[in-house]
């Protein structure tokens, strides 16, 4: 099945979530009326079945023929025998519309997350998102599929009901318009009274799901230093907590469910009996078989207005996650690339021009006045401080962020005339962190080019020092790595991450802090790939160890945000100035 392709955020711009909605469902707007029509006929035995036991019953009571028996009796085996095709009809069309909405929804909202800029990335959680798109979509199935299903009974119920009331007993019509919304309403209210208690257990769960977290975090430190009894007796007291609050809970639910259903049978024995005296003493035409009928419904329609206004929170709790879920499709801090130049190849000169950029437009800047231009095939290191603007000016090479004035150029074009997109694929980055997902290493190294052969991804691991230990895993190429590279050493996955960026030949590379978590060994079979890596590309590379960046061509001071010095290691070592006072730091 093909997944609904294309933006939905244009339809997120300030409207209310209920039309929200019924844009979301346009496509399947046939597939609904069927489903609402086939559920009309399935659920048709519930009013219908009151008015064929009162034909029954007045068959029997006043003798009439036998054969008005066997044409009712008919009726509702037909009626029931339609149940399952109309109710595998309903599911298929209603339950499929609303999975396919949500399908949808789901990739609207990947698509939107590859759209916005990763300054939105940085200030949104990660599990924020996730939510939304695991949660609060199936929040949204969940309230549809659940209005659908008990809105409509109970509305079909209910005017099927009102209808066959109106037109078998008329007189008794008035008395269901006041009695059943009065009984429903006073059954909801008792309920109501439940909200605060479920609350307060809810509230009481959630701290015993965060004291196991805790404990479980907290393993190591726990078991280190024998405090076993210490995190269970905090965990012991919670659980003890959550137990009492459930106790009262249910205790509190048998009370109110008691009154509220001795309430509603009370009000219905009135009604019954009310009822069988009309029907007695001949005050209105009402037959032995109405009276049935009448009580039969009473406790149906009743029934049904309950159900109609405990959707409230479901439909409350849908229409919040709508608005969720809007917060991503709205949100305007978008990387646009639609309608800008290709760029075909790269040569790999970059020039910044007087380049400014603040992260918050009333704050300092985080680069100032930043002028520098690298020559195609030239590396250069950046060095300062934490904070001195160095993954500023990175992010700013890769397009992540745009400058609040000044401009950057690669090869000669302005970047903000660039599709950013196109220019990526001739750039690579191995940052300190190397980001692997689950799957085997052939699959990591060869990230998103569908046709690479074995060959070249064992060129490319080889190049990156990283084969010798890849044929010693028991899967070889296809072993799996785990959730981040899990069960691999941290110089191994920066290996794997030198193999990958090897793979597509960038004509620009950034090393992010590449080795600096890395012990001795590591670091230098990693440094000895990134060397291999480095040779004949422009190359930007960030290092706290002044030690791994001697050998740029050109070493680049920043000091909040401005540069102080550039040149060689040797130049500005011979200077004294702000790098020769870092390396005697670290030296000593």
């Known amino acids: 099945m093909a997944l609904p392709q294309g933006p939905l955020e244009h339809r997120y711009q300030g409207e209310h979530p209920v039309r929200t909605l019924a844009y979301l469902f346009r496509k399947d707007r046939l597939r609904l009326l069927v489903a609402v029509l086939a559920f009309v006929v399935k659920h048709s035995p519930v009013w219908l079945l009151p008015l064929v036991t009162a034909n029954i019953i007045d068959i029997v009571v006043e003798k009439r023929p036998i054969s008005e028996l066997g044409g009712n009796t008919l009726v509702l085996v037909v009626v029931l025998l339609l149940n399952y095709p109309t109710h595998m009809l309903y599911v298929r069309c209603m339950h499929c519309s609303v999975r396919r909405t949500g399908t949808g929804l789901r990739s609207a909202l990947c698509h939107r997350m590859q759209e916005l800029s990763i300054g939105y990335h940085s200030r949104t959680s990660a599990s924020a998102l996730q939510t939304k798109v695991i949660r609060d979509v199936e929040n949204i199935e969940q309230s ?183 917060e991503v499709l709205q949100a305007p801090d978008l990387e646009v690339n639609a309608g ?75 970047m903000a005339t660039l599709d950013l997109r196109s220019y990526r694929r001739f750039l690579s980055v191995v940052p300190q962190d190397s980001v692997l997902f689950e799957g085997s290493i052939r699959e990591n190294v060869g990230y998103g080019l569908p046709d690479v052969d074995e060959q070249t991804v064992r060129a490319a691991l080889r190049d990156a020092n990283a084969l010798e230990f890849v044929d010693r895993l028991p899967g070889g190429l296809d072993t799996v790595v785990g959730e981040r590279g899990a069960r691999l050493s941290g110089g191994q996955r920066q290996r794997i991450a030198i193999a990958r960026a090897l793979i597509r030949d960038p004509r620009i590379l950034v090393l992010d802090e590449a080795t600096s978590a890395l012990d001795t060994r590591s670091e230098a079979l990693v440094q000895e790939a990134m060397d291999r890596l480095m040779c004949g590309r422009t190359v930007f590379v960030v290092a706290h160890r002044l030690s791994t960046v001697r050998n740029a061509d050109r070493i680049v001071v920043l000091d909040q945000g401005r540069i102080s010095e550039i040149g060689s290691h040797a130049e500005l070592l011979s200077r004294g100035g702000a790098y020769a006072r870092l390396q005697s730091t670290q030296v000593t």
């Open 144 to 326: 549809v599929q659940q209005s659908a299903d008990t809105g409509l009974a109970a509305v079909i119920s209910l005017i099927g009901g009102l209808v066959v009331i109106g037109l078998r007993v008329p007189a008794a019509l008035p008395a269901f318009v006041l009695v059943v919304p009065a009984a429903s309403l006073l059954v909801r209210r008792l309920r109501e009274r439940l909200r605060s208690h479920n609350e307060h257990f809810r509230r009481q769960v959630e701290q015993l799901s965060s004291r196991i977290g805790e404990m479980t975090s907290l393993m190591p430190v726990t078991r280190a230093h024998g405090l076993e009894r210490a995190a269970l007796g905090r965990v012991d007291g919670t659980l003890r907590q959550v137990l009492s609050a459930g106790i009262r809970l249910d205790l509190l639910n048998g009370h109110f469910g008691a009154i509220a259903w001795i309430l509603l049978q009370t009000i219905g024995t009135a009604f019954l009996a009310g009822a069988a005296l009309i029907s007695y003493y001949a005050w209105l035409p009402i037959s032995p078989g109405d009276v049935v009928m009448l009580s039969t419904f009473f406790t149906t329609l009743t029934g049904s207005m309950t159900m109609l206004m405990g959707l409230a929170p479901i439909v409350a709790k849908g229409l919040e996650s709508v608005r969720s879920a809007g």
């Open 340 to 414: 800008k130049a290709e760029v075909p190849a790269v040569m790999g000169r970059i020039d910044f021009e007087s380049v400014t950029y603040r992260y918050d437009a009333e704050g300092a800047a985080a680069v100032t006045d930043f002028s520098l231009s690298v020559r195609p095939g030239e590396t250069v290191a950046l060095v300062g401080a934490s904070g001195a603007g160095k993954s500023t000016i990175l992010n700013l090479l890769i397009g992540f962020i745009r400058p609040v004035s000044g401009r950057i150029l690669l090869d000669g074009a302005d």
